[in-house]
Each structure stands twice: as C-alpha cells, then as structure tokens.
C-alpha cells in the first residue's frame, strides 16, 4: 500500500513538475512571469504561493528566484508574506511525505550524490539548523525531506523551520523590489549580501569550534 502511495504522490509530483519547470524555463523574464501571473487575477497570489509550494517539494528544481520574482511582482511586504506561506508550506509537505513513506521515496527524489552529500552535513544543533533556513543559499528541499527522516521532533523542526524561512524571504523579497525601483537596486543588493556574508562567517566559526578538541587547561 506505501509502494503505491509513493507511486500516486511521484506521478503528481512529475505532472507538477512538468507545469514549474515549463514557467521558470520560459518564463525566467521577470515581465514575462509578471504577465503571466496577473493573468490570473484576484487569485494570482494563491497561483505563486502554490508555485513556490511545488519548487519546495520537487527537489530537483532550484530555489531562490522565486521568492526574488515576488519581492518584484507585489513589493518588498506582501512578496514576503506570500513566498513565506509557499515555503513553509512546501517544507511542510516534503517533511511530512518524508516522515510517512520514508527513505525509497526520498532516494527517488533526490539524486545519490546530493543525498550522500547533505545526509552527512545535516547537524543536530538547532541553531545549525535554522542557519539551512535562514541562509538563501542551501537546498531547502532537500534539507526538508531529509530532515523528515531523522528523529526530529516536530516541535522543533516547525519552530526551526518557521523561524528560519522570515530573513531568508525578507532577504529575498528586498532584492526583487530592488529591480522593481532600480534607484534602490544596489543598496538592497549590498544588504542581502552583507546579511548572507554574517550568518556565512557564523556558520564557519560553529563548525569550526565544533571540531575543536576541548583542551583542559594546565
């Protein structure tokens, strides 16, 4: 019966990968995607909140522009709001499915180089963790699938999870209102990049001071 679970969920998750990657392989012009998405009217913030839900879930697809594209389509507040919403829900459901059909499902997502590759990175620190999170710069899907097999609680992944994704959106968002009002452009992009260099620094100093000896004092 999970064998034909994981069947159902892996056809729906390629027919929707079908529709991301024919939007973010087209539609990559900024104009184009905001074309494209006030189309939809009213109901074009649930069309994007659910565009970044399945980017989450469908591990091979990269991550980042999205949340860029709805900082330039809605503004710096509400690009935040929205592409907050589809990564915690997108991170929600790759945990969850995770956490149900368990480790054949996740090897049928996730390529075996980059599952060797962040199985062996994943730390048990929680401000490691939420550091996945916070910076735009790791694979959040597949962070959240793996994760979905550990022994986390769910407590805490949530917590983690929910905090970490704030200033990663803000970050992202201010960048795509930077290309909406170029006057801003350069000092947004300075901003994100001086955010991303701290938590960078914070993280090479934790891992480092983790694999440090405790040396007792003579």
Known sequence: MTRIIAVVITLAILV?????????VFRLDMQSFDQFINQFGVVAPLVVIGLIAAEVIIAPLPGGWLAIATGYLFGSALGSLYAYIGNVLGATIAFELARALGQPFVRHLVNKKKYELYSNKLTTSKFGLALLYIIPLFPIDIVSL????????RRDYYLIMGLGFIPNMLALNFVGAGIAVPEYRFVMLILVAVVIAYFTWKTIALRR???TPNQTPR
């Open 146 to 153: 793996l994760l979905g097999m550990t022994g986390i609680r």
């Open 209 to 211: 001071q983790a694999n």
């Open 16 to 24: 929707a990968s079908y529709w991301v990657l024919d939007v973010m």
